[in-house]
Nanobody, 115 residues
Framework: QVQLVESGGDLVQAGGSLRLSCAAS????????VTWYRQAPGNQRELVAS???????NYPDSVKGRFTISRDNPKNTVYLQMHSLKPEDTAVYYC?????????WGQGTQVTVSS
């Protein structure tokens, strides 16, 4: 059974940094793509970073240059490093991993950025 567990969310001041972790219960080599999403209250879930085949990174313009996705293979963990945080980055952050046609989701971790 595949489980994804996010951690690292916190309350931080604008301009600060956080690193989120997504720990998988299985080898992350199983996953073609791992994606970080976020969802703020009243908003749709949006993609903030994806990593395909462990090397191809993708970011929307809203976070490009501030967020970085990476993975630690021995730890079966994918990270989202976030810098220069803004109040509009406040959301619940989720990781999702794709294995074939199946997508697995974590439970989310709250990031709150105060102004």
């Amino acid at each position: 059974q595949v489980q994804l567990v996010e951690s690292g969310g916190d309350l931080v001041q604008a301009g600060g940094s956080l690193r989120l972790s997504c720990a998988a219960s299985v080898s992350i080599f199983r996953f073609k793509t791992v994606t970080w999403y976020r969802q703020a209250p009243g908003n749709q879930r949006e993609l903030v970073a994806s990593l395909t085949y462990g090397t191809i990174e993708n970011y929307p313009d809203s976070v490009k240059g501030r967020f970085t996705i990476s993975r630690d293979n021995p730890k079966n963990t994918v990270y989202l490093q976030m810098h220069s945080l803004k109040p509009e980055d406040t959301a619940v952050y989720y990781c999702a991993a794709d294995q074939g046609s199946t997508r697995y989701w974590g439970q989310g971790t709250q990031v709150t950025v105060s102004s």
